[in-house]
């Protein structure tokens, strides 16, 4: 991906409080047909963890929905800390189940 681009030149709308698995995905991001990136299912916490927010899409199964999408998916876990005023990110790959 180069310098200046935006997710909207590779994705679709986000999908916002998708129902999926368990519960709600924050956001999803939905590659555009014969594009070749990642579809993203993206957890947001207020002053918790970032490793929370990846293990509560992985406890509610958030990637259900998009587990049919042919390509690589990524569980995105993001949290910020309202009085440090920073965020974190984690961001591992999905292993699809057969």
Excluded at 49 to 76: F, H, M, N, P
Aim: hydrophobic fraction near 35%; proline fraction near 4%; charge should be positive.
């Amino acid at each position: 991906m180069g310098w200046g681009c935006s997710a909207k030149s590779y994705y679709v709308n986000p999908i916002m409080e998708l129902p999926s698995g368990k519960g709600f995905a924050d956001v999803v991001y939905l590659p555009k047909r014969n594009i070749d990136r990642p579809a993203l299912v993206v957890e947001l916490k207020w002053d918790k963890t970032a490793d929370g927010a990846l293990r509560q899409i992985k406890e509610k199964k958030y990637a259900s929905w998009v587990e049919g999408y042919t390509g690589e998916i990524l569980l995105v876990g993001i949290n910020y800390d309202k009085e440090k005023k920073i965020h974190e990110c984690v961001i591992e790959a999905f292993t699809k189940t057969d």
